[in-house]
């Protein structure tokens, strides 16, 4: 079966400070993963992907993500938090053509 | 990098009326639409998958009566909710998948929130 767990709903950093959003995902195909990152009252926006080549994956906005098979993890990271951040992260997984969305996290910034 | 236009970004309509809301890849050939639903703290649903020149697949739950897609072209598609109710009110994307990267990679519309009053 194919699914992803994001596993906070929310997640609060200080301006500065490291961000990690964790995703989880299980398939029973090689897995594309991809973070889209959704602004209030606005679309989706593809952050970055993992298509089966480098497992380190940088994205825009200064974000990456490591595609960690053996933990099935897909962890979104960034060295150091801006305001502008602030906003729901998806996490999704490409099986077979089927897109499989997380729930989301919230991204909270304090000053 | 790949645009996909949806108008009308905000719309408000009185119970009973139908809204037709458009999906435009701007500048790709998109081989398959689809169309998501957003509940207010909730992730996306997706609605339905359309092709170019073929009927829309829908999920499971979804009333296609209610929810009439067109996909008339490979770069157009729209989505008509019928006598819209107030239940009916939520935030509702489309996404194409382009034709020149294998259809691997969707983009998004910037949503169009209904409100039916």
């Known amino acids: 079966a194919q699914s992803v767990t994001q596993l906070d709903s929310h997640v609060s950093v200080s301006e500065g400070t490291p961000v990690l959003l964790r995703c989880n995902y299980s398939s029973s195909y090689s897995p594309s993963l991809f973070w889209y990152v959704q602004h209030p009252n606005k679309g989706l926006q593809l952050l970055l992907k993992y298509t089966s080549a480098a497992t380190l994956v940088k994205g825009i906005n200064g974000f990456e993500a490591e595609f960690k098979k053996s933990e099935t993890s897909f962890h979104l990271t960034k060295p150091s938090a801006h305001m502008s951040d602030a906003a729901e992260y998806f996490c999704?997984?490409?099986?077979?053509?089927?897109?499989?969305w997380g729930a989301g996290t919230k991204l909270i910034i304090k000053p | 990098g790949a645009v996909v236009s949806q108008h009308p970004s905000w719309v408000i309509c009185k119970s009973g009326t139908s809204v037709k809301i458009e999906c435009r890849s701007l500048?790709?050939?998109?081989?398959?639409m689809f169309w998501y639903r957003q509940f207010p703290k909730q992730s996306l649903m997706l609605m339905a998958t359309?092709?170019?020149?073929?009927?829309?697949?829908?999920e499971q739950g979804v009333e296609k009566d209610k929810f009439l897609i067109n996909h008339a072209s490979l770069t157009l598609s729209t989505l008509t909710v019928t006598s819209a109710h107030p239940e009916d009110s939520s935030f509702y994307i489309c996404?194409?998948?382009?034709?020149?990267?294998?259809?691997?990679?969707?983009?998004f519309g910037a949503g169009t929130r209904l409100s039916v009053l």
């Open positions: 999704v997984l490409d099986s077979n053509y089927q897109l499989i």
């Open positions: 359309s092709n170019e020149g073929s009927k829309a697949t829908y």
């Open positions: 996404s194409a998948r382009d034709r020149s990267s294998g259809g691997h990679i969707q983009y």
């Open positions: 500048d790709f050939q998109a081989t398959t």
